[in-house]
Structures are given as structure tokens and as C-alpha cells.
């Protein structure tokens, strides 16, 4: 019995209403703030994770956030990164990985994946960063090279969107800005990526003047709150 | 200044904290209902639209709502249907599409899509769709032309879903069920494919007996409400 | 020494002089009935079988009949559908396996193909079928097993069909016809596949009404037989 | 009506009972004579033509009587080849074109099949084929510029042949020879490739010494005849 069906029938009696405004301008057209990649697995909730609305963000969302390298060819990602740079002009690009991520548990084990004959192949745009975590990561304890990689990774897949020339040429002329996440799902925490000194720090020190920015505007936006 | 940095930290102070434990259980594993796999149009809100819960879902997001047929090879949704196959066992498979899809206006119009070369390609998925839509719409007006190509694309993808051995052989078993679905954003109806009857109904119809089931279970669970 | 040589010969001399009106039409042009894609194996003799002329099907051979899933390339099989499709508008397409296939063999025990890579890969289009003869036929004796492959193999090589644009729209107004068979080498029994019901049944049966209106059209013609 | 299904019946019961013993004895295994390489088109009878038996030729049939070049991955003809080869070790590998062959009329003149985009991509295969003829068939009027690029493209075939490893190594030791056919279906006649002399000549002449010694040996075997 799929549950899914009675969730929309619940959202059409209860949410759309409320919001038939949104979405009576939403059918318009939309303009989001960002292109979302992040992973396909079901503990990962970008509406709930961010706190946006319909038409804010564009999702991408594949098993492990992967961004393959650019070349020539049909690709669900490589398309849909195309259309978000030049068809939307997104000013922001954010690859979101996730703790206890079933594809990055597979990339650090590809022998098991051996039912997995698609995933393992997929998973080699990975490769680097697990390479990388075995090298770093030698002392760390499990846990820790466990984060180790989910943030190489993610780090990896910024790499791979920079050989993408919609992105290239949008990040050249100043008009694109990258972000990598890592959300932990047990305690809610997003780490980001701070490219200028090469690591990660909680969401809420990385863009605190801009929450803070924010959070000012949208109290003078609704006083009532 | 990005919107959804500030989200995150709202998540954080005022959502996380009231569903800690359905996230501390979410830290041991997922056992999603469904893959869901729809297009990445900011204007659909996956857990608005399902009214689902984070756990719930396993979800695939590309432009266009696109299912490559079976082929050897790397691609991201062919990797993650085969994860949400074998990995995850989900009973359920939706492809959802919408109106208004910019995807789908391009696969109509593919000459205009000289500045979006792996869009383009990437909508040679479609082909079949564009083509039964020029041959059976040609007396209907735009918006239902445009709706048939929304429904043909559904059905088309269903057909490249059956050539994936993990999905073929879970419909040879019985284990797996196929839901075709098109959601109107401007008045919030998602029409369902009727396999059996060749056509499209309002998913409160084509999940009656479900829809009625599940929510008697749920007033069940929950006598106060 | 090639016999096959000396039969050209013997065509020459015994058989095209009686022959000759048939092939002065056929030299303006064709229009056959079907595509019949069938297997490389030299055991179907495709005009032996279907009693048919040169002018009358338009044939694809490979091993294994296969037909892979719709991709933008270059394939033979790709190629020979477009073209029967959309150069012959051929009513018909006929996909015939048979008993005793080195291919479907092959396909069962893929670790036994190390000194044929190329045959290995293109068995892949037929791995669904494979996995889920395994599935449904684990209590089947080696003989049922083996034919529950043959069947389960043209049933997903229609489905792979389906994803051609070219076939996909012809279906979709009602002006193309898809028809699986297997045929048994050792007793010439032809079993075709009964769509509505999921079961495969004795070519007489199948096409019982239309064999029957042949025959009497048939004898119509030719009141002298 | 697909009269073919009729063809079938009638085929089990008048042809097949005359052949039991020759189908109960392929049904233990094939040995054939010959892999056999052919347009799909429908005016080429395989058995007609070469008045061959079941059992005697492995047959392979594209639009255009192609044969890419060797490369890795899965390929119709590839995996056909190398099965011939090395699970059957066929003595002898027929190219046989024809003529009015639309492929190859295509191929002279690709910007007219728009329609036809697989088509298009699999004549890339016979490009070469169609600049010798433009270069050498400058002077010739059409006919004769026609058999020239049906000739050519055989030639050429049979070169794509040549780097097949399996089919490398067995002409390096001496274990298979090629050939190369033009079949001309107005008048019945086969030009063949004569590789020491470069040019085509009847089949009758260029495998005389061949064809009476099977006569002879024919007429030996079944002196009643």
C-alpha cells in the first residue's frame, strides 16, 4: 500500500490550498536560487534540510552526489547542470554528501559491489577521493576517515563541476559561486567547505555575517514575527 | 546572499530538535517506501508534494524526469535504480513528471536548444514521446498537446525502467510495482497512470481503495486526531 | 572447397530463369511484410520456415536475436529497426528465438565466455532474462529452464524494442504489430506470444483466425489448387 | 494478416516431416560452412540464393552488409563474428552486397536522411567506400558508378573484417578465407572479388575450378540424379 499516494492526496487537500498563491505564480515560471546535488537516499529531505519553498532550488540528486567530470555526451547530470547554469542562470551551486552514505560506504569497498555492477562503474568518479582517504586517512580512526571521505568527495565533485563550461565560464566571470556540504543526518550538523583555508566548519560560522544578514532582513520583511 | 544557508540553520535550532529520535533511528539504516524519480524543476517539492517524512523516499532528480534505457555502462540514474533495486529493495517505482517542464518544451523545440548541447542529447530520451505526440496530438490545442507529451513521456520512461535487469526482474517476481504519474502544478492534480485502461486519472481515483485504507490505518494510530 | 559457391551456380541455372518475373519487379523496388529478427544460428533457414518469398521479410540476424534498448549511436540492429520502420513502414516485427541457442547458452553461464569478450558483452542486452529465468524457474527441470529463458529473452527483447522511437510511435497509433516466437528445432513446433494472457502457445493457435482466412484468401486465388 | 505465420504452418506440415531426420540431427549441434554476411533487405533469400540447407551457413544480417571495424564493446556484428569464429571456427566468411540496395543509395547521399539519424551514423561505416567511389567513378554514368560503390563497399567490409582479432589470427594461420560478393537481384547474376587481380568477376568463373569439383563430387554422392 503505498503511502506516497494517500501524502498527495493529504497535500491536495490541505497544503496546495494554503499556497495556491505560490503556486498559481510558480506556474509562470520559476527562478531558483541555486542548483541542489545531492545524494538520492531517502534520509535526506532538501525542503525539510533547508528550510526553502517550491521554486527555490533545482535538484540534482543521484547515489553519491556525483558530479561527472565533462564530456561529450547525454548524461542526467551533466544535462541538468547545463540547463540550471544557462537556461536558469543560478547564482549558486551547492553539492550536498551526507553521513552513513550507502555509495561511499560501496567506493571504499569496491569488491562487494559486485551485484552492483552499475554502481560500482558509477562510483568510479569517486575514485580519487577514496585514493586520497587511504592516504590521508591511514591513523585516523574509522569514523574519522569516514568524514574524511565524504568531504574529499565532496571536494572532488567541485573539481569535477569546474571542467563543466557553463560552469567554467559563469565561475570566471564572478557570476556562479560553488559551496560543498557534508550534513551529518544523526545530529543535523552541515559542515562546509571553506576553500580558502581547505576545510570544513559548521553552516552557521561559514555564513554567519550572511544568516545574520538574513535573519535581520526577514524580521524587517515581517515585523509582526 | 544565499537564502538556503539560513534555512539550514533554522532546521537546525527550530525542526531537527523536535524529530531527533525518527533521526537517530535514520542514522542506522534506510528502508525506503518508494524510488521516486521526477525532474529537477525547483517548482516540485518532493516532501511537500508526498507529505513523506525523511526515510521515506528514495529519490532521483534529473532534467526531464528521464530514464535511460539499459545499457552497459556509468550513468547516474542507471546506478541509482539499480541501488534502490538490489541495495534497498523498494516495492515501489514512481516517475513523475509536471507541467510546465522546461525539458519537455525543449524536446519539442529542439532547434532552439543549440546553446544547451547536453540537454539536447540528454533529450533523445524523449524522442519517442515527441514523436507519438506530433503524431496523435496534431488536432488538439497547445495545452493538451502539451499535456499528452507530459503523459507520453511518463509512459515512455516506464518502458525504459523494464529494460533494467534489477527492475525486469523484480516485475518478473512480483516484488516491484510501476506508478506513472504527471502533476499540475498550477492546481496541484497528480493523474496516474491506468496501466490496464491506457490512461491517465486523479491519483484520489486511480488509489481509492488504497488512499481510504491508509488513512483509516492512520486514524487508527492516531485516535486524537 | 565452399558448397556454397556451387549453389549459386545451381541457383542460376535451376532457379532464378523460373523465377525471373518476381525478381524484375523486386529490381524496382521492396516492400516487405515484417522485420524478422532472428538469430545468426545456421540451423533457421528464415525462407524455409516462414514459406516465404524473396520480397516478403525484411531480415535482421545476430546471435541471439537481440535487440538493444534505444540509444543514440550507431548499431546494426539500431539501424535496420529505423529503417524498416520509418524507409519500409513494415507492419510487423517478428522476434524469433529458438531451441538449442550457443547465444542464450552463453548468456546462463557468462563466466564460461573469457575467450569470447565481444559475444560476453552483447549478452548483457539479454542478462535481465537470465536473471529472472534463475528467479522463476528454480524448480524447473533443465530442459523447462532453458526454454523459460528463450521465452523470457524475446519478451525482453520486445520490451527493449518498445524504446526505438520508430517502433514506439508506429505502436502508439495502432499502425505496427509486435510478435515474439520460439522455435523448436527438433520438432518444428513454433511457440508465439499471447500478450494479453503472458503465456506463449503453438503458432496454430496463436494465429488460428488469421492462418484460417489465409488459407481460404489463399485458395481463393488459386482456384486450381 | 501476416501471411508469414500462415508460412509456418504450412511449413510444419509439409516441409518439416520431409526433414525430420536432418532437424533431429542439428538439433545435437551446428557445424556450419560459412558465416554468411548480408543486407537485411528482403529481396535477398538467404537459402534461395546460396540453395543451402539448415546447418550449412552462420548468418548475419544488417542494413547495408556492414561490418565495423574492431573496437571494444558490444557490437551485433562483432559478438556474431567472434562467435563464428571462435566457437564455431568457420572455414569461410562471405561479404554479399546487392544491388538497388537503399542503404547503400543512402550513403551516397547522407543529407537525405535526416529522417533516418541511425541510419545516418551507421553508414560511417561504408564513408570510405563512398569517397573512393566519388574519386574513381568521377567519368562513370550512374549504373556503372552505382556497382562501383556496392564493390567498393565489399572491399571494405571485408578490410573492417581483417581487424576483428579472431578473424586476424585464423588468416594469419591460414585457418579462413574471405570473400567478397556483389549479388545483382534483377538478373540473378554474383560478381565476386578476385583479391589478386583487384576486380569483381562472375561467380561461376571465379570459383569454376571449385564448383565442378563439387558437381563432381555431387553427382558422385547421389549418382541416381
Same mark, same amino acid.
Given at each position: 500500500?503505498?503511502?506516497?499516494?494517500?501524502?498527495?492526496?493529504?497535500?491536495?487537500?490541505?497544503?496546495?490550498?494554503?499556497?495556491?498563491?505560490?503556486?498559481?505564480?510558480?506556474?509562470?515560471?520559476?527562478?531558483?536560487?541555486?542548483?541542489?546535488?545531492?545524494?538520492?537516499?531517502?534520509?535526506?529531505?532538501?525542503?525539510?534540510?533547508?528550510?526553502?519553498?517550491?521554486?527555490?532550488?533545482?535538484?540534482?540528486?543521484?547515489?553519491?552526489?556525483?558530479?561527472?567530470?565533462?564530456?561529450?555526451?547525454?548524461?542526467?547530470?551533466?544535462?541538468?547542470?547545463?540547463?540550471?547554469?544557462?537556461?536558469?542562470?543560478?547564482?549558486?551551486?551547492?553539492?550536498?554528501?551526507?553521513?552513513?552514505?550507502?555509495?561511499?560506504?560501496?567506493?571504499?569497498?569496491?569488491?562487494?559491489?559486485?551485484?552492483?555492477?552499475?554502481?560500482?562503474?558509477?562510483?568510479?568518479?569517486?575514485?580519487?577521493?577514496?585514493?586520497?582517504?587511504?592516504?590521508?586517512?591511514?591513523?585516523?580512526?574509522?569514523?574519522?576517515?569516514?568524514?574524511?571521505?565524504?568531504?574529499? +568527495?565532496?571536494?572532488?565533485?567541485?573539481?569535477?563541476? $569546474?571542467?563543466?563550461?557553463? *560552469? /567554467?565560464?559563469? #565561475? !570566471?566571470?564572478?557570476?556562479?559561486?560553488?559551496?560543498?556540504?557534508?550534513?551529518?543526518?544523526?545530529?543535523?550538523?552541515?559542515?562546509?567547505?571553506?576553500?580558502? +583555508?581547505?576545510?570544513?566548519?559548521?553552516?552557521?560560522? $561559514?555564513?554567519?555575517?550572511? *544568516? /545574520?544578514?538574513? #535573519? !535581520?532582513?526577514?524580521?524587517?520583511?515581517?515585523?509582526?514575527?
Amino acid at each position: 500500500m503505498p503511502k506516497f499516494a494517500a501524502g498527495v492526496v493529504k497535500f491536495q487537500q490541505e497544503v496546495f490550498p494554503e499556497n495556491a498563491a505560490l503556486f498559481e505564480k510558480l506556474a509562470q515560471g520559476q527562478s531558483p536560487e541555486a542548483l541542489f546535488i545531492t545524494c538520492s537516499d531517502s534520509r535526506i529531505e532538501t525542503g525539510m534540510l533547508t528550510q526553502s519553498q517550491p521554486g527555490d532550488l533545482f535538484i540534482v540528486r543521484n547515489a553519491g552526489n556525483i558530479v561527472p567530470p565533462h564530456y561529450k555526451g547525454a548524461g542526467a547530470t551533466t544535462a541538468a547542470i547545463e540547463y540550471a547554469c544557462v537556461a536558469l542562470n543560478v547564482p549558486h551551486i551547492v553539492v550536498c554528501g551526507h553521513t552513513q552514505c550507502g555509495a561511499m560506504k560501496g567506493a571504499m569497498n569496491l569488491d562487494a559491489l559486485d551485484a552492483l555492477p552499475h554502481v560500482k562503474e558509477w562510483l568510479s568518479y569517486s575514485q580519487a577521493a577514496v585514493e586520497i582517504t587511504n592516504e590521508l586517512g591511514k591513523d585516523l580512526d574509522e569514523h574519522a576517515r569516514n568524514l574524511l571521505l565524504l568531504e574529499q +568527495n565532496v571536494i572532488l565533485q567541485l573539481a569535477h563541476l $569546474r571542467t563543466h563550461p557553463a *560552469v /567554467a565560464v559563469r #565561475l !570566471a566571470r564572478g557570476d556562479l559561486r560553488l559551496h560543498g556540504w557534508v550534513y551529518d543526518i544523526a545530529d543535523g550538523e552541515v559542515y562546509a567547505f571553506d576553500d580558502a +583555508n581547505n576545510r570544513f566548519e559548521p553552516v552557521s560560522k $561559514r555564513y554567519a555575517a550572511e *544568516v /545574520a544578514k538574513h #535573519l !535581520a532582513l526577514h524580521t524587517h520583511d515581517h515585523p509582526a514575527l
